[in-house]
C-alpha cells in the first residue's frame, strides 16, 4: 500500500476537503485526487463521498480512517528514530481538552514547548464535550474525571484537587453550610444530568444528592452563575485559586467531609505505536501541572 496514498486520505478527513489535504502536502489538487482514487481502487471499496464543496466518509472510510492514521503515525515514529537525539519532534499534534483547563492550564506551556520543538504544529480543539478522538483523528484528551471503560488508554497525570466555592453574597444571603446533609438546603450548581456530588468521609466514600435550580455542560457557566452568588459550585482548584485569591470566592469546608480529588488523564486511542510527539508532549505536561499543582515527588 502506497503511503502516499494513505496520506491524503488521512489530511482529506483532518481538513475537511482533499483541496487542503493537497495544501498541507504541498502537492497539486489534481494529485491528490488521483492518489486518493488509487487508494480507494486498491482496497476495493469507495473511502469517501466527494463534491465539489464538500466530503463525507462512507462507512468503510470510517472503519479504514483509525488503521490509515495508524500507518502514518507508524511512518512518522521510523523517521523520529533516525533523527539526532535532541532534534525535537514534528508533524501536526492534535490535542483536546475541556475549555477552561485548556486555556488555563494547557496553553501556558505550550509557547515553550512549540519553541523547543520548531517542526512541530499543534491543533488544540477545546470543547466541555466528550468527543469521539479516533473517529476524529485526534492524539490526545485531557480529561478530568473518574477515567471510565471505553476501550481508550488513559495515563494519570496529577491528582486533581476539588473544593466547594460560593460568592460572599451568596453565603451571607444564605448562610453557610457545615455539614453534608446542610447541602440538601442550598442551591447546588451543577453539571447537567449530575444528582450526586462525591465526597470522602473517614476513607470511606460517600456520595451526597444535590439540586439547584440552575444546570450546565459548562464550567465555565457554573462559575459564572456561581460569581453571581446564584449558588454553591464543585469545581477544581486551579479553576478557581484567582477569584479565591480576590476574595470573590469563598472556600466551604464541611465537618468530615472532604470533596474527592478528579484526576488529570492523558487518553491516547491505542496504546500501540505512540507517537514521539506524543510521549514528549505529555511529559512536558505532566511536569508542568506538578509545578503549578505544587506536587513535591
Known sequence: MNLSDVAVFVEAVRAGSLAAAARRLNIPPMAASRRLVALEG???VRLMHRTTRALSLTPEGEDFFPHAQMMMDAEANGRASLRPTGSGVSGLLRVTASVPFGC???TPMLPAFMRANPDLRVDLTLTD????IVALGIDLALRIAPLRDSGLIGRKLVENPRGLYAAPVYLA????PRTLTDL?????LTGSGTTHWSFACEGRPVRQRVSGRFTANSVDALLRLCLEGCGIVNLSAWNVAEDVAAGRLVEIFLAGAQVKPWNVWAVYPTSQLVPPKVTLFVGALQSHLEVGFNIRK
Not at 440538601?184 to 447546588?188: I, K, L, P, T, Y
Open 42 to 44: 486498491e482496497l476495493g
Open 104 to 106: 488555563k492550564m494547557v
Open 129 to 132: 464535550s466528550v468527543i469521539d
Open 173 to 176: 444571603e444564605r448562610g453557610l
Open 184 to 188: 440538601g438546603g442550598h442551591e447546588c
